[in-house]
């Protein structure tokens, strides 16, 4: 079946300018979550969503940071006033609800200039 | 909260030699260790997995430890391949969220 999938691929933005990362989990992954990783760094927690449960927000960075799920299946990654040091890929996965194994997208590779 | 230390951060090999990277925890709750695989440009793929109830487990020619004493787990590579070329990421969960290595820079060399 169809995996992980996020747009846009890639992303150049201004510093100052908002954005908005898009991730459509895996059909009946309950579980979403969002990574990110800077060059040559491992993968960094943002935030995790499980069904209808308060979000888990502990690794967001900056009250610039934000994120939605709705309808319990897509999700919105949006970074207001953005900085250089956010540039980054962003990655999201999904897993059944219960089960530990996390199912990675492609990412989104932010540049902010 | 949990941290993950990833040894060593690159490694090169003749094709067909054995690799093994090291990782090691924090947090004794862990109880999921995963491997990931990230070609690059390319997603992290998820190569095998290990539960603390459980101290090795083996797929083909991958093969993964696991020692809670220690809180230690290493990754075995047997019979390289160039195609085994990539960045390979451990890390550890306790309950949803996943800590990460630092990640290994595996190159084979034919």
């Known amino acids: 079946g169809a995996g992980v999938s996020q747009s846009p691929s890639n992303k150049v933005t201004e510093k100052g300018k908002d954005v908005e990362l898009r991730c459509d989990p895996i059909s009946g992954h309950t579980a979403l979550y969002w990574y990110r990783q800077s060059l040559g760094q491992g993968l960094e927690f943002l935030i995790y969503f499980q069904g209808n449960s308060a979000p888990d927000k502990s690794g967001l960075p900056s009250d610039r940071f934000s994120a939605e799920r709705t309808g319990g299946s897509v999700s919105t990654l949006t970074i207001q006033r953005t900085q250089q040091e956010d540039s980054a890929v962003y990655l999201c996965?999904?897993?059944?609800?219960?089960?530990?194994?996390?199912?990675f997208g492609p990412g989104t590779r932010l540049t902010v200039t | 909260g949990e941290n993950v230390e990833q040894h060593p951060s690159t490694l090169s090999v003749q094709e067909g030699d054995s690799a093994v990277i090291k990782c090691t925890y924090s947090d004794s709750a862990s109880n999921y260790f995963p491997w990931y695989k990230q070609e690059l440009g390319k997603r992290p793929q998820l190569i095998i997995d290990i539960r603390s109830n459980v101290g090795e487990k083996k797929d083909q020619r991958i093969a993964v430890t696991l020692n809670k004493t220690a809180k230690h787990f290493s990754l075995h590579i047997t019979e390289t391949q160039p195609e085994d070329s990539a960045v390979y990421f451990c890390?550890?969960?306790?309950?949803?969220?996943?800590?990460f290595g630092k990640g290994t820079k595996l190159s084979v060399i034919p």
């Open positions: 996965a999904s897993s059944l609800e219960g089960v530990h194994e996390q199912y």
């Open positions: 890390a550890a969960s306790g309950s949803y969220q996943l800590t």
